[in-house]
């Protein structure tokens, strides 16, 4: 009975343009879900809806939440009659768009002070500016040159809906007709999100294209002794169409972190394609095409398979992290992989069989053998410093391994040391617009985010729960520095009850209902729930993290009423809970891969010496750490997946050079000329994959986005050491398990090479 891959053999060279025709449709149809394919910022990237977490901040967002759209008026004077007019104007005809809740800014308070009657001079206006509280004239017009608008959304106004919401403010701004010198700015942080989703659009496609156009002259400058040296590019050129189709079809967002998976896709997509269509340009020298077809699918096939199964499965222990962007660019990662696997294992024969291929400096034959191509001078010296190097590992391992460990060692220490960052503003371009712009706001008017904590009981009105809400307030704010202020049901009721908290439940009912139900509504959610909106000044992270943490232990200290729950959320804590996720899973999301790759392997080998090639892995981790310590990066969500994907990339390496090492070994040769053998014949193969994956990696560090450029900086080094550990460390450990065994009892046949 034939297996799989001998029917595949057999069915392409025996109905070439059925498979092809097979083929063409699965493409096709995943092609459908090309323009299915969506882009994605904000909270639903960073948690997890279905988490009780996640659960409480998507509530929240969708009963009180509401990011406001800010309006930033620059001019000379934007005390100027003319200029307040037109601001008054502008602030009706946005009022009428569908989702806006309410439109504040400088011209109301104005009016209020003013019996309802913009001031039309000069005069009037400062004479009234000067009656309005000073708090209030500082935070909407905070200098003669600058003053604030506000659009406040309706509650649970999604980011579809926010994109719309400014496409219209934008247009209405666009012909509302400005006075001369005056600029009207549109942003906050629905502006900075919908700018940042276009520049991830953007940013995708420059990616794609600059690792394409790597690729090509990776493949040029090493692989140009083949026929059609370019092949393995268009290959993973439909195996990334295919990924991105079966994105929109599975319902797999592009976020900030899975921008970054294209390249990594490139990069290592692209050595299958080389893998097979070397493989057979081998095979046709000395065979005819549907030999060699039936060599390389049945052969190569299963061989791949297995490298790219152990690079998957260090994908795959991303499926565990908390944070969904981070669980989908492993989703993303081993779709494309299989994706490229499938697409060479294909159409490298088909090709091959439809251009009736012939290699270069030699034809097919009916089976003479014709001799190869010479590789060259550099690779010929490449492959004998190799075959000296392993030959010395192998004969002083203990130095080796000995030397090595320590240096993981003290990655893995400093590793400890590596700061978390879960920023988002630090992980766009530094000279983004909507970041300078938001930053401009921030200047002028303090931080944007506030802090709300979500109180739940029978009844919130009750006065004893009302009471814990108004001290739990005026605590937090009289004793943490961060916080300005507090606004929850309780100082609305306090505010329409002269000053007091109503002490009787009829009075707490009669004051609530003298309150307007559009401000109640921000607060109170029915008498089962309420809010309280702690104001804070603006933070790094890293102080938010420990703020929220404070203000949990404070929760718990203050001994809320029996039969009250009180839990933090909004943005402010997701991002701290990021912080701590990411701390947390790139520690497991490694462990989980070693431990799968160490099941795969002994399940393959059903050997001992099957952990050999999780070892130096186990160290090349530990440089990674050493190096992102010395660099001065963070981990960041991207960053984070740094561990898990060393694992998938390195156990190829060491994984090829194993098994070649075990096929030595099984033809009787003794084992220092096994090793030798193997590190000369698979670390040349090694390196050439390795440096065409480091052209695909390289391809993050032009990013614009500094998340993304860190992140390629520390892969194309991961890869550095992912070569270094199978090429140096690999031929130690396997010389040290084949003494433990008993294998290296056979003495050698050779000496040392010169």
């Known amino acids: 009975m034939k297996n799989p891959y001998e029917w595949l053999a057999s069915a392409i060279n025996n109905r070439t343009w059925t498979v092809a025709g097979v083929a063409a449709a699965v493409f096709i149809l995943a092609l459908l879900g090309l323009s299915m394919v969506s882009m994605e910022t904000g909270e639903d990237t960073y948690l997890d809806k279905t988490t009780p977490r996640g659960a409480l901040l998507d509530h929240y967002m969708e009963t009180y939440g509401s990011d406001a759209i800010m309006l930033l008026y620059e001019a000379d004077n934007v005390r100027d009659p003319e200029i307040l007019r037109y601001i008054d104007n502008l602030q009706e005809d946005l009022r009428g ?359 739940s009981a029978d009844d919130v009105l009750s006065p004893d729960t009302l009471a814990w809400i108004d001290r739990f307030g005026i605590y937090e704010q009289e004793h943490n520095d961060k916080i300005t202020g507090v606004t929850s049901v309780a100082t609305l009721v306090r505010d329409y009850n002269g000053g007091v908290l109503p002490s009787t439940e009829r009075e707490v009912d009669t004051v609530v209902a003298r309150i307007p139900e559009s401000t109640l509504s921000r607060y109170l959610n029915g008498n089962m729930e309420a809010v309280l909106e702690f104001s804070t000044v603006e933070m790094e992270m890293s102080v938010a993290r420990d703020l929220v943490k404070r203000m949990q232990d404070d929760v718990a200290w203050s001994n809320p009423p029996a039969g009250v729950t009180v839990k933090i959320t909004g943005s402010l804590e997701m991002f701290a809970a990021v912080m701590d996720d990411i701390s947390e899973s790139r520690v497991y999301m490694t462990v989980i891969g070693f431990a799968f790759i160490l099941i795969f392997l002994i399940l393959v080998y059903r050997k001992f010496n099957a952990i050999s090639p999780i070892i130096p892995i186990v160290f090349i981790v530990g440089w990674n750490g050493g190096i992102m310590y010395m660099l001065g990066l963070d981990y960041t969500p991207l960053t984070a997946v740094l561990g898990s994907m060393t694992i998938g990339v390195a156990s190829e390496y060491t994984v090829l050079i194993m098994e070649r090492c075990e096929e030595e070994l099984a033809r009787g040769t003794p084992f220092l000329e096994a090793i030798q053998t193997a590190v000369q014949k698979i670390g040349t193969a090694i390196t050439v994959s390795g440096l065409t994956t480091v052209f695909g990696f390289a391809a993050l560090i032009v990013s614009n986005f500094n998340i993304i450029s860190n992140f390629g900086i520390v892969t194309v080094l991961s890869v550095a050491f992912s070569l270094l550990g199978a090429i140096v460390v690999m031929p130690a450990i396997l010389a040290l398990m084949y003494r433990f065994t008993g294998r290296s009892r056979t003495p050698s046949r050779i000496a040392a090479p010169e």
């Open 97 to 455: 768009e569908r989702y806006v809740e309410s439109v504040s800014g400088v011209v109301d308070a104005l009016k209020q002070a003013n019996g309802g009657i913009l001031p039309s001079s000069k005069a009037e206006i400062d004479a009234i500016i000067a009656q309005v509280p000073a708090e209030t004239v500082e935070q909407m017009m905070p200098s003669g040159l600058m003053t604030i608008g506000v659009i406040n959304l309706e509650p649970g106004v999604g980011l579809d809906t926010q994109k719309q919401v400014l496409g219209n403010v934008r247009s209405t701004i666009a012909i509302s007709n400005p006075p001369p010198g005056l600029t009207v700015t549109v942003t906050g942080n629905p502006a900075f999100a919908q700018d940042m989703m276009e520049d991830m659009g953007t940013e995708t496609g420059t990616l794609i294209l600059v690792a394409m156009v790597l690729m090509v002259v990776a493949v040029g400058l090493l692989f140009s002794h083949v026929r059609y040296s370019l092949l393995p590019v268009a290959i993973v050129a439909i195996g990334l169409i295919s990924t991105f189709g079966l994105m929109g079809l599975f319902g797999i967002p592009i976020s900030m972190v899975v921008v970054g998976s294209f390249p990594v896709l490139i990069g290592i997509g692209i050595d299958y394609g080389v893998q097979f269509h070397a493989r057979f340009d081998d095979e046709v020298r000395q065979k005819t095409i549907p030999e060699a077809v039936w060599a390389t699918v049945t052969q190569m096939g299963p061989s791949v398979l297995i490298a790219m199964s152990a690079t998957a499965l260090g994908f795959i222990a991303m499926f565990f992290a908390p944070v969904p962007m981070v669980a989908d660019f492993g989703i993303v990662c081993t779709i494309g992989i299989a994706s490229c696997y499938i697409a060479a294992l294909v159409i490298v024969p088909i090709f091959a069989i439809v251009t009736r291929y012939q290699p270069k400096n030699g034809k097919p034959t009916t089976g003479d053998a014709t001799s190869q191509p010479s590789k060259g001078a550099l690779m010929e010296r490449y492959d004998r410093f190799l075959g000296r190097l392993a030959y010395t590992v192998a004969k002083h391992p203990l130095p080796v391994i000995m030397l090595f460990a320590v240096v993981a060692a003290g990655g893995f220490y400093l590793d400890q040391s590596v700061p978390v960052s879960a920023d988002e503003k630090t992980f766009v371009p530094d000279d983004m617009p909507a970041l300078l712009s938001l930053e401009k706001l921030i200047r002028v008017m303090g931080s944007t985010t506030t802090i709300p904590v979500v109180v």
